[in-house]
């Protein structure tokens, strides 16, 4: 009797388990399908038409031709190899989470390059590191250029010092996702710009880089100055709230083989199952360069936007091609080009022209 039992829990989970996977699968289909309508919508050309250009501020974040995308490939993907990727990495993320509630700072630091480094293989992404990474008590604050959701798993791939990064206040009250942030010693900042609110914001930084270098937290600052992605062929103006502390900051170069690796017009769904697709037959890889350390006294930078500039350069000419400095380019120019590539019925011209 309790022989048939064990075979009917164990039939009975078989069934829910593939069950769960068929609709998995039919999910991934669907989700192509539409993900592939929304990459043929973010078409350069489509600008071209409509303003015989590409406006400055949205150079940073065009996409490459979606006419390169087959079809019939992403959706033999979507029913065979996408759903595996999927299950695979959402139990490497379960994994990850059951970790990092345990309030142990040593497990985390040696289990997050891990669950990273698994997370990317699984997705198809290789990492090659470049250059020296320097001591967190030496320099309390990495600087990075902003190109993929992917930054996060690549830089926490790259050694035995797991990053931290500033994220907004709400996030600390998420289910889950504020449990892993704060697990994470991330800064929770609001994105207000009034004056007061701003300096509290430059005090928490401030504070963190100092836990930081002093050793009480194992977990080194991870800044995106740019407060967005681009494509990955330029650089957007610095923000400059976590480099008035004049601290030392080392520099990090992110480039990926692929362009299709940028996570800019496109949804965030639609942009993960179009990656795991081409991960199958392309080159996808990461290269991340730690480039030297930018201190105030070697730069003459007396004020956080100098040492914002002079560490912007030095990601901008760190390897070739260099990547161009676009001071036009801003987070509202990428919600503008997104919404225009997006809707289903242009606007005129002289609107955009207008706003822009």
């Known amino acids: 009797m309790m022989a048939s039992q064990g075979y009917s829990v164990y039939e009975g989970f078989m069934v829910v388990s593939v069950l769960g996977y068929a609709l998995l699968t039919l999910a991934c289909i669907i989700g ?21 250009h590409v406006p400055p501020s949205w150079k940073s974040f065009i996409r490459p031709s979606p006419r390169n995308l087959n079809y019939l490939f992403l959706m033999i993907a979507a029913s065979t190899a996408v759903p595996v990727k999927i299950a695979v ?50 320099v309390p604050t990495v600087a990075v250029n902003h190109v993929s959701y992917l930054d996060i798993y690549v830089l926490e791939s790259c050694g035995a010092t797991p990053l931290s990064f500033v994220a907004k206040k709400d996030v600390r009250d998420m289910f889950l996702i504020g449990q892993l942030a704060r697990a994470f010693d991330c800064v929770f900042v609001s994105r207000s710009k009034c004056p007061k609110e701003r300096e509290e914001v430059v005090g928490k930084i401030r504070d963190k880089q100092e836990r930081v270098m002093s050793g009480s937290t194992q977990f080194q600052l991870c800044i995106f100055p740019e407060g967005t992605t681009t494509n990955g062929t330029s650089l957007m103006k610095f923000r400059k709230g976590a480099f008035e502390s004049l601290l030392p900051v080392q520099p990090v170069k992110l480039a990926y083989a692929s362009d299709h690796c940028s996570y800019t017009c496109l949804d965030l769904l639609c942009h993960v199952l179009i990656f795991l697709a081409l991960a199958c037959i392309e080159d996808m890889h990461s290269d991340v360069y730690w480039l030297p350390e930018v201190c105030p006294s070697d730069t003459a930078a007396s004020t ?53």
């Open 89 to 138: 990495v959402t139990s490497l993320h379960v994994l990850a989470i059951i970790i990092c509630l345990i309030p142990s700072e040593k497990l985390l630091s040696t289990a997050v390059p891990v669950c990273a480094n698994l997370i990317l293989r699984v997705l198809g992404l290789t990492v090659r590191q470049h250059g020296e990474r320097l001591s967190p008590r030496k």
């Open 32 to 52: 192509m399908h539409l993900s592939y309508k929304q990459a043929m919508l973010c078409d350069t050309d489509k600008i071209i038409r409509v303003f015989g």
């Open 304 to 356: 956080g936007e100098d040492l914002a500039d002079a560490t912007r350069l030095s990601i901008a000419r760190a390897t070739e091609p260099e990547l161009c400095l676009d001071d036009e380019a801003s987070f509202e120019a990428h919600n503008k080009i997104t919404s225009f590539l997006l809707e289903s019925t242009p606007r005129s011209p002289a609107r955009h022209t207008k706003e822009d």
